[in-house]
């Protein structure tokens, strides 16, 4: 079969026509705020009272980015222990300019002290600005949605069934 000439450029127009017809979609940005999907990433919140300032984010940071300074503290001993000694985070600080939003620093966290918020207005107008500080951080915490629940078909977690089983046989 042969093609007329011209029928691209017919096909074209007609999606031009269609589109055309059609209520444009567009929102304003500022005034009107963009559904964001669940769970999305905006920016890294820190949770400081989980943070012992074991450094497993800043050292697997493929950026370096993260900034975290502390001090040794020891606390006295109970009784006739020995003092104890702890980190106590002094300065914990993302350079938001170099991070690449991986996600590895809040996977390596052993103590859920980094959490994705869905923040996403922290823009500077000086780069040299975009360090932000643990008081920074600690205000995106809370606007960290909570994690999904959980399937309710599924089994219920190792932990609690272990507990269960343990609770039956300590019963007479």
């Known amino acids: 079969m042969a093609r007329l000439p011209g029928g691209g450029l017919a096909k074209g127009l007609a999606v031009t026509l269609r589109t055309m017809a059609r209520p444009s979609i567009t929102r304003q940005y ?8 669940p769970r999305s990433r905006g920016v890294i919140a820190l949770l400081e009272e989980n943070c012992t300032v074991c ?14 300074d502390s001090h040794k503290e020891t606390l006295p001993a ?9 980190n106590v985070l002094d300065r914990f600080a993302i350079d938001f300019s170099l991070c690449m939003y991986c996600g590895i ?11 994705w918020s ?8 000086d780069i040299a600005e975009l360090t932000h500080e643990k008081e920074r951080l600690r205000e995106w915490m809370w ?6 629940a959980h399937d309710p078909g599924a089994e219920p ?9 343990a609770a039956e046989r300590g019963r007479p």
Request: charge should be negative.
């Open 143 to 148: 606007t960290v949605p909570p994690p999904p």
């Open 78 to 86: 109970e009784g006739r222990g020995r003092p104890r000694s702890r």
């Open 55 to 68: 450094m497993l984010c800043a050292r697997e940071c493929p950026d370096w980015c993260i900034y975290i």
């Open 157 to 165: 977690p190792k932990e609690v069934t272990a507990a269960a089983r």
């Open 118 to 125: 869905p923040e996403f207005e922290y823009a500077e107008y």
């Open 30 to 37: 500022p005034e009107v705020q963009p559904d964001l999907p």
């Open 105 to 115: 620093c809040i996977e390596v966290c052993p103590f859920d002290a980094l959490f």
